[in-house]
């Protein structure tokens, strides 16, 4: 039996660099995304690039550890993640490369949901691409870009 777009967005959450972050401080909104994908039993997808971003090798990343550790395997992106997420950023105009890889990501893996504290950017990334889904952190009134503490 085919797999649908709902399907296959519930079987797969995608976590940019916000989440993480969000996580690490026990945020109610990213904690209940990630207790749900646990739930479903859904692969939970760490991009490595979400790594540089938010990991700076000193004891604040000690937070960040533990929900990495908590997730599982981070698997090295490849070539082919690589030269699309080159081609998300030509076809859009964006320049990005994290946020493009972080698409990229989901849509060599079939699609599923990012989710994000950046929903503006990654989702013109993903805007003619309908496997994919972009949750936001916080509402519209409160976005803005995670800070690193």
């Not at 797999?3 to 945020?27: N, V, Y």
């Not at 979400?50 to 533990?66: C, F, I, S, W, Y």
């Not at 990334?125 to 870009?145: F, Q």
């Amino acid at each position: 039996m085919a797999r649908t777009r709902r399907e296959t967005q519930a079987e797969r959450l995608i976590l940019d660099s916000g989440a993480i972050i969000a996580l690490s401080r026990s945020e109610e909104r990213a904690r209940a995304y990630l207790w749900r994908a646990l739930e479903l039993d859904a692969d939970v997808v760490v991009p490595i690039v979400v790594l540089a971003e938010t990991l700076r090798g000193g004891p604040k990343d000690a937070q960040v550890n533990r929900v990495l550790k908590a997730i599982g395997e981070i698997e090295p992106t490849s070539a082919a993640t690589g030269r699309l997420a080159g081609s998300l950023l030509g076809s859009t105009g964006k320049v990005d490369t994290i946020d493009a890889i972080v698409v990229a990501e989901a849509l060599t893996r079939g699609g599923g949901r990012i989710l994000t504290s950046d929903p503006d950017d990654l989702g013109q990334l993903a805007e003619s691409h309908p496997s994919v889904r972009i949750d936001p952190l916080a509402s519209p009134s409160k976005r803005r870009r995670p800070t690193r503490r």
